[in-house]
């Protein structure tokens, strides 16, 4: 089962109220991260809203932040990531709408989780990584989210050669 995506379409957006969601700026994360969270956010948006086209700005934003000529692929990078998670877990992915000035500066505890481990895989901090995928996958097979996020980590350059998903040298990437 895939879990679906939720947050309202823009034309019926409410703003932010939810009691646990934090603001990105406390959660400790670098320029690349937050960047990939809202390229994530309108990749969210398109799955959600595929009227929406909101993947061709998920893709401009990652052409024009991110390091080229690497932008489009880290943001592919990252439709592939969000996928690996879906189909791991059945509830629902909060996320916070891209497009509300208002709202974009919170991050939903699914979000953080997502973006915590990636941190950590970029850290070289596996363990905090698993747990935070393990969240994530609502105790489904983490690993291939892991494997996802461990190929992020390997285009910026913070991890040499991903370990796979069951923790020896992945066989094939997960691109082709």
């Not at 489009?72 to 690996?84: G, P, Q």
Request: negative net charge; proline residues 7%; contains cysteine.
């Amino acid at each position: 089962m895939t879990a679906p995506w939720r947050r309202p379409h823009p034309d019926t957006h409410s703003h932010h109220s939810h009691p646990d969601d934090r603001r990105v700026e406390d959660c400790g994360f670098d320029t690349f991260e937050t960047n990939l969270l809202e390229i994530a956010r309108y990749v969210l948006l398109s799955f959600s809203a595929p009227e929406s086209h909101a993947w061709i700005e998920a893709f401009r934003i990652a052409e024009t932040r991110l390091t080229p000529p690497f932008g489009a692929t880290i943001a592919h990078a990252m439709v592939i990531t969000l996928n690996k998670m879906r189909v791991s877990r059945a509830g629902v992915f909060n996320y916070i709408n891209p497009e509300c000035t208002h709202c974009s500066g919170f991050i939903t505890n699914e979000e953080r989780y997502l973006f915590t481990a990636l941190q950590a895989v970029r850290q070289g901090r596996r363990g905090v990584a698993e747990t935070h995928c393990m969240l994530l996958c609502e105790g489904g097979d983490t690993g291939p989210l892991m494997a996802a996020l461990e190929r992020v980590a390997v285009l910026t350059g913070d991890v040499d050669q991903p370990r796979g998903t069951l923790g020896a040298p992945a066989q094939t990437p997960p691109y082709m």
